[in-house]
């Protein structure tokens, strides 16, 4: 073995030559070459095909009309979002453009003052995307654009129904429950949920809320982040004695949404549980997750009425996924925006059943499957679609309230802990 | 230097410093010494106390606001992110569960590791062997062995599966989703991970133990049992401080394992300290309440240090926290 | 005793052995046998999960930003905790014991608790997103344990020789250079591969100052690799078991001197 001393010389040599290398590589980090081309970042969510390929192949297209234009592709698992996004806005060198669902998440991430206004930059076009757009906004300034609308429903397996013996879905909290128990005495897991990931716990709760809580009182507490009117606490009661009638399958505090076989939608697509209460991009993360073709096997069922109700009662939660661009390229984001926008890459994403309701009207033409038509054309006639609580409130609210629920889902809380929660984490 | 100063350094006492310089050359040495000094320590304190002491004193200020990470710290709210952070049955759970881990460990594998490392300190063929395979664990990443255990873990997975086969199915559990098993699982994942360290640790501490002691112990009557709690465990007891002390740092600062396994889930069964501070701190732009939790983190790490070296490391003489080098 | 010493032997190397079979072995099958039968050995053997990271461009990307990333620590602590041992061990001046004192501190708490600030320390110097916003406070944590176990090892060495330095016409830096390094070298390789392991395994840290997955360490690839193919799980076990073998090979070279080193301040 060498002696010590060449063994440092050698060490001290490749340090000054990482170091030098490393200085080399971090003068052209910011995206512009020496030959013009720039570089931007593309976050998405789609980390499974079809979504995958869809955004791959639109970058590709774009890249080959746009020659000085490279996009870098970076798919990242959709529960990675939440730590990833307020680290990168917290950097010198956040995404160009990233996936974003809007609502009062976006409006926490403009304090960090990264994420671009693209008003201007999109003024000619985004109308076309119709009134979902609205959600991008804040204060007025748009900050980013949707891709996707969305609704949150029950899917569930119609052999697993037949089985069961349940002939009609259920449109009331008193069927649902019946279905359930008809479920249990067939030996199948009602009800999936993806307890250990707190958002589809809070389905629950959220949807609960739609039903007791009349629109004005929903839409204010919301944006006061205060949910101490009595509706909200009725909410509450109802989870926990939903929970009660244990609808679940085992151990579903602990299983993830979307990740693995193992995951409430792997559950579901393997014929292991009836139903899940998801939105509607669960159809193709089921699909993802098994080889069996469950086009003739989903359904889909809208959130039963709750008696005594004061919301609507056509009523629904839903959202959007959407994507933003940060300042040092708005204008390349934006144009890139507006190429992912057109109708070729909408249709695309209704085809392949990533998205049931796209936000420009010609591709809704694309639907074939009467199962996403039934869930497009009920988004088109509900009375609102209130937008997750997650995503309506600042990013600290809302994390504190999917916890709040989650505490519900295990057993620990009361009817008030969720409004104390938001109370709380103001 | 002068001749004489070889003269003055005959003395045995082991060296701690250069021997004293004749008078007259003495106020030039003592500059050029200052000089000397500070190019040895100046780099690795300038260092140190950079990245830190630096971020604690900076993370006691912002633990004083409410901040969201972003443009300056305006709203000042004094002890108010303390009273919330402790007032948080979340973290108090999350406190709990850290307690959980220290206690376990010392109930559970100090006694394991040394009973182990009794059992192996004989001649066995193959010895080195040995300590290159228990050691293993170890050498990998938090990560690594995270992402290992998860898969192994899952419901219908290895670890259920080799259950089933033993006959052992209705010992099987959900053992990253119920949370009254997650902790006790943790606990089972970081136990793999250390116990080879341990192990490695006493093997090393019983070469301090005279045979003949054990011996004439023999010989005077005493039974294996009598042998290894009156001899052996006491004269082991440096090894054991310093196993406990590294064992109960490692515990309270439990990040990498909670994080990829069950994000401290499912409802804050498995949460510790460490997740708690980077889920509210990053997640959720509450850096100014991060810092707070950083700062309860490291009281807690601080407090039982002082505690500990009063009362247990005083003895050891050479032990490295009293620092006196002889 | 024996066969109960041979017993216990076994035993333990089965416990710690067999998950990382597992893993091995797992990255040789498809999915559809690890979901039929979890723990079954592979039939037929499939070479292309671990094919297919051997050659992709993240691997040998993720191993090259921990090397780099470790190897650059090491240099540092190692480097400027040498010296400051020798300081701290050799010369006399007041508040030398107060300084070394300030060293052991940060014994007590780990990267970990220092997490936050560190990060926002370095948003402040622009060092996220770069290696040496992780190479540093890496080293910087390393200080304490570095200098804990040179500090006795360089006080050991006896004074006789560095007398004979001098006579020689030796400055103390020449002496710390030619002759105490060299002659504490048992102990230099130790703190340099506890060093370079603490840094390799290094994941929080990792975590918080990389965004663009090109810049990922090892251990940090290894999760995200995990959790964006959840359901590829051959690939993950491939992927995972390739991750264990630097860390595997460097310790089987330097066993004796981790092991050793960690035992020896332990014996004092």
């Known amino acids: 073995m060498m002696n010590t001393r060449t063994m440092r010389k050698y060490v001290a040599v490749g340090a000054a030559a990482a170091m030098s290398l490393a200085a080399l590589t971090a003068c052209s980090s910011n995206g512009e070459s020496a030959d013009g081309t720039t570089t931007l970042t593309f976050w998405h969510n789609g980390t499974a095909d079809p979504i995958l390929s869809i955004w791959q192949d639109a970058v590709d297209e774009y890249e080959a009309q746009n020659e000085n234009i490279t996009i870098d592709v970076v798919p990242i698992q959709n529960e990675d979002f939440a730590t990833k996004i307020p680290l990168a806005l917290s950097s010198d060198n956040p995404p160009d453009i990233y996936f974003n669902q809007g609502g009062g998440l976006l409006a926490t991430q403009v304090q960090s003052g990264q994420v671009a206004d693209i008003t201007e930059l999109t003024s000619d076009w985004i109308g076309d995307l119709g009134a979902a757009a609205g959600n991008w906004s804040v204060d007025g300034v748009q900050y980013g654009i949707p891709y996707a609308s969305q609704v949150v429903g029950f899917w569930y397996r119609t052999d697993l129904f037949e089985e069961a013996g349940i002939t009609a879905t259920p449109t009331t909290l008193a069927e649902l429950s019946a279905a359930v128990d008809k479920l249990k005495a067939a030996g199948i897991a009602p009800i999936a949920v993806g307890g250990k990931d707190r958002w589809p716990d809070a389905f629950y709760y959220n949807t609960f809320a739609v039903r007791e809580c009349g629109e004005d009182v929903l839409k204010q507490g919301l944006a006061d982040a205060d949910l101490s009117d009595p509706c909200f606490t009725r909410a509450g009661q109802a989870v926990i004695d939903f929970i009660a009638t244990e609808p679940f399958q085992d151990g579903f505090n602990g299983t993830p949404a979307q990740q693995g076989a193992g995951s409430s939608a792997g559950l579901v697509a393997n014929g292991e549980a009836a139903m899940e209460l998801q939105g509607t991009w669960d159809k193709s993360v089921m699909q993802g997750l098994t080889d069996t073709d469950l086009n003739p096997l989903l359904g889909w069922f809208p959130f039963p009425a709750v008696e005594g109700g004061a919301g609507d009662p056509s009523a629904t939660l839903g959202g959007g996924d959407g994507f933003s661009c940060t300042q040092e390229h708005a204008a390349e984001c934006a144009d890139f925006l507006e190429f992912l926008s057109s109708d070729e890459i909408q249709t695309k994403l209704v085809e392949s059943q990533v998205v049931a309701i796209p936000v420009k009207e010609a591709a809704s033409a694309a639907i074939t499957d009467p199962v996403i038509k039934s869930v497009y054309d009920f988004n088109s006639e509900a009375a609102y679609v209130q937008t997750y609580f997650d995503i309506a409130l600042p990013t600290g609210v809302g994390s504190a309230l999917n916890d709040a629920v989650a505490n519900l889902f295990a057993g620990q809380g009361t009817a008030e802990s969720v409004a104390e929660a938001v109370a709380a984490a103001k | ?326 | 005793m024996t066969p109960v010493r041979y017993l216990a032997a076994l035993l333990i190397i089965g416990v710690t052995v067999a998950p990382l079979l597992f893993v091995i072995l797992g990255g040789f099958r498809t999915n559809a046998q690890i979901n039929s039968d979890p723990a079954g050995f592979p039939s037929p053997w499939v070479f292309s999960n671990y094919a297919n990271i051997l050659t992709s461009e993240s691997f040998w990307k993720f191993l090259g930003n921990s090397a780099l990333i470790s190897f650059s620590s090491t240099a540092i602590a190692v480097g400027l905790g040498s010296m400051a041992a020798f300081a701290l061990s050799r010369y006399r001046f007041r508040g030398r014991e107060a300084l070394y004192s300030m060293f052991t501190i940060g014994l007590l708490f780990p990267l970990g608790v220092a997490i936050l600030p560190v990060y926002l320390l370095l948003r402040q110097l622009h060092l996220l997103e770069s290696w040496v916003g992780v190479a540093l406070p890496q080293a910087a944590f390393a200080l304490p344990v570095t200098i804990i176990i040179l500090r006795p090892f360089m006080a050991a060495i006896p004074s006789e020789i560095e007398d004979a330095a001098v006579v020689d016409g030796a400055t103390s830096l020449g002496f710390f250079w030619r002759i105490l390094l060299p002659l504490s070298q048992p102990a230099l390789v130790t703190v340099s591969v506890l060093a370079f392991i603490t840094s390799w395994n290094g994941y929080l840290l990792p975590l918080l100052v990389f965004n663009d997955p090109a810049n990922f360490t090892l251990p940090l690839g290894v999760a995200t690799f995990q959790s964006q193919y959840s359901q590829d799980t051959a690939s993950i076990l491939a992927f995972t078991a390739l991750s264990m073998i630097p860390a595997l090979l460097l310790f089987t070279f330097a066993e004796r001197r981790i092991v050793g080193g960690l035992t020896g301040s332990v014996k004092g």
Not at chain 2, 94 to 122: D, E, K, M, R, Y
Not at chain 2, 196 to 205: E, N
Not at chain 2, 224 to 242: D, H
Not at chain 2, 250 to 264: A, E, H, K, R, Y
């Open chain 2, 1 to 326: 230097m002068s001749t004489s100063s070889a003269a003055v350094a005959t003395s045995v006492t082991a060296a701690a410093g250069a021997a004293a310089p004749p008078r007259s050359t003495r106020r030039r040495s003592k500059l050029r010494k200052r000089l000397e000094l500070a190019l040895l320590l100046g780099p690795a304190s300038i260092l140190f106390v950079g990245f830190v002491f630096m971020p604690l004193i900076a993370a006691a200020y912002y633990s004083l606001f409410d901040w969201n990470g972003f443009g300056p710290l305006t709203d000042f709210v004094g002890i108010d992110n303390y009273t919330r952070a402790l007032g948080d049955p979340l973290f108090q759970g999350a406190i709990g569960h850290n307690l959980f881990i220290v206690v376990a460990s010392l109930i559970v594998q100090l006694p394991l590791s040394i009973a182990l490392a009794l059992l192996l300190n004989g001649k066995i063929r193959g010895r080195t062997g040995l300590r290159l395979l228990v050691f293993t664990p170890y050498v990998l990443s938090e990560a690594v062995t995270a992402v290992i255990w998860l898969s192994l873990l899952q419901p219908h997975g290895v670890v259920d599966g080799l259950l089933e086969n033993a006959g052992l199915g209705g010992l099987v559990q959900l053992w990253l989703a119920d949370q009254n098993v997650v902790m006790f699982t943790l606990f089972a994942v970081v136990t793999w991970k250390y116990i080879g360290f341990g192990i490695i640790l006493f093997l090393a501490g019983l070469q301090g133990v005279p045979e003949e002691l054990r011996e004439a112990a023999a010989i005077d009557g005493a039974s294996p049992w009598q042998t290894t709690r009156l001899i052996v465990v006491p004269l082991l007891g440096p090894t054991i401080r310093i196993w406990i002390f590294l064992s109960i740092i490692g515990s309270l600062q439990l990040f990498d394992l909670v994080w990829i396994m069950t994000l401290g889930g499912p409802a804050g069964a498995s949460t510790t300290m460490a997740s708690y501070l980077i889920d509210r701190g990053f997640r959720r732009y509450e850096f100014g309440f991060g810092s707070a939790v950083a700062i309860i983190l490291f009281i807690f790490c601080f407090v039982f240090a002082l505690v500990y070296q009063r009362f247990a490391l005083r003895r050891d003489t050479q032990g490295a926290l009293t620092g006196r080098v002889e």
